[in-house]
């Protein structure tokens, strides 16, 4: 099982229209096989940066995400919101380690 956290910055006036879009993308994600979490989180401090938390239960799971007709809207759409390229950083999940827990 693995996680990905996208960590993104998002330009003031683009807020709401990231939020809307990245709505829908959870929407559908949450629906996809293999898929354990999509959760979307914006800082406290500083609402113009978002994080995208990705669980999955496979390698395979992940890279079928980025194949999903919402997740290419999203990627185009939110693209133009950003004011820096998105960056994600891997994990391994070491806990909870069987999927039923989750």
Same mark, same amino acid.
């Given at each position: 099982?693995?996680?990905?956290?996208?960590?993104?910055?998002?330009? !003031? *006036?683009?807020?709401? $229209?990231?939020?809307?879009? =990245?709505? #829908?993308?959870?929407? @559908? =994600?949450?629906? @996809? !096989?293999?898929?354990? &979490?999509? *959760?979307?989180?914006?800082q406290a401090n500083d609402p113009n940066w978002f994080m995208l938390y990705e669980a999955y239960d496979s390698e395979i799971a992940a890279a079928n995400h980025k194949t999903t007709g919402h997740?290419?809207? +999203?990627? *185009? =759409? #939110?693209?133009?919101?950003?004011? @820096? !390229?998105?960056?994600?950083? &891997?994990?391994?999940?070491?806990? !909870?380690?069987?999927? $039923? @827990? +989750?």
């Open positions: 099982m693995i996680v990905n956290c996208v960590y993104i910055h998002v330009n !003031p *006036d683009k807020v709401g $229209s990231f939020i809307e879009a =990245t709505r #829908a993308n959870h929407l @559908e =994600t949450v629906k @996809e !096989p293999g898929n354990l &979490r999509f *959760d979307v989180i914006q997740y290419l809207k +999203w990627r *185009d =759409t #939110a693209e133009g919101f950003m004011a @820096e !390229p998105r960056h994600g950083v &891997r994990y391994n999940i070491i806990e !909870p380690n069987n999927r $039923s @827990e +989750w």
